[in-house]
């Protein structure tokens, strides 16, 4: 057996889809040396001065040099998928979110025209959008969260004064709070930009979603460079 | 750094930007980093979900591809892996890259749609078609019909002959270039297994195409 050019069984041999010990050794060559590595040092070009020179070394190297060639012929092949793809994958995760919009994931809105409701992941796009727009910040997680008795004023029973009902009927409870992460470029003045997130964000609530707000916890989770 | 803090009176309030309503995700949104990205699609932001699958798709779309052989099966791997990943979203930690994460993804679905289409194979079948044609490019496949390098036909087909396991291994480390700790992550073998595999895929192959240099 000529060691470092012999397929113990062939590639036609194998059991499909077996995988074990033996599938997982690697037989050394003659002179010792670990064939793998000296396969990868070939097609490195990194070869030391005995696998230069070892017949059984040089004949693993040949190996991994005549295949590499076409390897690389194969790598660089860049075949797309056809847009249907994505298309229907999109498709089937908006059917899917629609489908399973439960009632907590709504917000139930203060509109004069009778009740209304804001999917949370819409409204957080909103808000992120805003941050999004601030020079050198970027939004990461947008958690919006009714104030108070919070499910009062969400789902399908989020009929408009159930919160000052189930709040002692103080002063009028209706809004949300804000949890939103950012990232910010290096070097921007954080104290200030964060000062600024929380006034566009309040804006924003009260001016694209008619919700006022009623805090907004802010985190500053990284930073990042211009590319 | 983290801030908190009640309502400041704004005065007068800051004009609002207009959120775009198209379905496809913002130029803006496909310049965001894959974290960024995760965590929005997390909380149920399908743009940004789109933005991370128009991103990574073409390259699931080949190591899917090279797996299963023939581009029908790998759209319908594609497909159902990103849907995979959106339905899994929430297990995703982060401990890896979004990439890790999804070619194993795209990895499992290709290996059990290959087991499953083996299951309707009958042995005799397999027989056939083993040992003869492992150097022959399959000569009518609608993906081949324009394949003019020999060689790149040979390698195809003989990809095709190895158990699927070194097949796996073999793409992710030689065409797709990752290391072999990430191999390990992507397939669920342990280092030693991923290399022993890669080198037995090798050796296989090189023996097919010897007689092509």
Known sequence: ?227 | MRTRGAREDVCPPPRVPAVPREPEPTPAERELDDTTLVVRAREGDVRAFSALAQRHQAALYRLALRLVGNAADAEDALQESLLDAWRRLDRFRGDSAFTTWAYRIVTNRCLDLLRRRRATVSVEQVAEVAPERLAAPEAGAPEHAAEVDAGLAALRAALRTLPDEQRACFVLRELEGLGYAEIAEITGASETAVRGRIHRARRGLAEVMRSWR
Not at chain 1, 138 to 160: D, K, L, M
């Open chain 1, 1 to 227: 057996m000529e060691v470092g050019r012999t397929v113990p069984g062939g590639p036609a041999g194998e059991t499909l889809g077996a995988a074990g010990p033996a599938d997982e050794r690697i037989e050394p060559l003659a002179c010792g040396r670990d064939a793998a590595d000296v396969w990868d040092h070939a097609v490195e070009g990194t070869l030391d001065a005995h696998e230069r020179d070892c017949p059984h070394c040089r004949a693993a190297a040949a190996d991994a040099l005549g295949l590499d060639g076409v390897v690389h012929r194969m790598a660089a092949e860049r075949p797309v998928p056809p847009p249907s793809v994505l298309d229907g994958v999109m498709q089937a995760v908006i059917d899917t979110v629609t489908a399973e919009l439960r009632p907590q994931d709504l917000l139930a809105l203060d509109s004069p025209a009778g009740p209304a409701r804001l999917s949370r992941a819409a409204a957080a796009r909103v808000l992120r959008h805003v941050v999004d727009g601030m020079d050198g910040m970027r939004a990461r997680s947008c958690r919006i969260e009714p104030v108070g008795s919070g499910s009062g004023r969400t789902g399908t029973n989020g009929a408009a004064g159930d919160g000052a009902a189930t709040n002692g009927g103080g002063a009028d409870p209706f809004g949300v709070t804000v949890a939103i992460t950012v990232t910010a470029r290096f070097g921007v003045d954080l104290a200030s930009v964060t000062a600024r997130v929380r006034q566009m964000v309040v804006a924003a609530g009260e001016q694209a979603l008619g919700v006022p707000v009623r805090s907004v916890d802010i985190a500053v989770v990284d930073l990042w460079d211009e590319p």
